[in-house]
């Protein structure tokens, strides 16, 4: 099982970014996929989620209606595409298997590297 995060990188406020995570050794019909960030010296928190199956997503609310992920199964990618980009959504942030499987739990598993996404101007 391997993840990598990419795309990310710095912004000015009000940006937008699209991460990608790319997948290996399993397949997204089997496992959900959630979105991680660490902001600088703050505690990671969860972000987004897609489940496997049926594909539904869920977002933290300091993030919905700005964010959206989305998935590639035949790439083996999951996207977070990021909007309306803010100075706190500055972080690090990782994409990770949910330790449910198939489900959205809000807790990974196995992870990847992470990409840093800055937002200054």
């Known amino acids: 099982v391997q993840l990598q995060a990419s795309g990310g990188g710095l912004v000015q406020p009000g940006g937008s970014l699209r991460l990608s995570c790319a997948v290996s050794g399993f397949s997204l019909d089997d496992y959900a996929i959630d979105w991680f960030r660490q902001p600088p010296g703050k505690e990671r928190e969860w972000v987004s989620c897609?489940?496997?199956?049926?594909?539904?997503?869920y977002y933290a609310p300091s993030v919905e209606d700005r964010f959206t992920i989305s998935r590639d199964k035949a790439k083996n990618m999951v996207y977070l595409q990021m909007n309306s980009l803010k100075p706190e959504d500055m972080a690090d942030y990782y994409c990770?298997?949910?330790?449910?499987?198939?489900?959205?739990?809000?807790?990974?598993?196995?992870w990847g590297q992470g990409t840093l996404v800055t937002v200054s101007s």
């Open positions: 897609i489940s496997s199956a049926s594909g539904n997503v």
């Open positions: 990770a298997t949910d330790i449910t499987g198939g489900y959205c739990s809000q807790r990974g598993d196995s």
